[in-house]
């Protein structure tokens, strides 16, 4: 059931962009957003998570084990049939990198969400982009990632 509202959700958001100019807004460089020490840094995966492609759209999703619809570990994947999480396209191992590059304001329905946009570094997607959202945490202004996935990449 989640797995349908999901779907659903992102066909209603899908339907609303195309009805909807100037709903999203690239606000990487909005300093009300205090994004700039964020934007444009390399991240390094911690712990193997999982790439999710909703109904083949870009950008991929980097989701950690247990999020909505996505199994609680590795394991549990390799066990299950591929039927039972037809949306993960791959996994994003551990040392596997990305950079950060966009804050996008998303306005549809009348609320803001903010999603984080970056590009793989290496891997089977490398340069393909990534919505990274369900991995950050922003508040008071100030930009991070989950420490428990995540960690800036060495030398940045």
Known sequence: ELKQHRRWSYVVQCVILLTCAGCLQDV??????????????????RQDMFIDAVEDMEPLHIEYPGFIDIPNSIADYYKSPKSKYPDIVGIFRAGQRFRVNRLIRDRLSGMTQLHV???????????????????????????AFDEAYLAPCRNE
């Open 28 to 45: 990487s460089n909005d300093p009300a957003f205090r994004f700039e020490r964020f934007a444009g840094r390399c991240f390094v995966a």
């Open 117 to 143: 946009i970056g590009v793989f570094l290496d891997g089977k997607f490398k340069d393909k982009p990534v919505e990274l959202t369900n991995l950050a945490v922003g508040q008071h202004g100030e930009w």
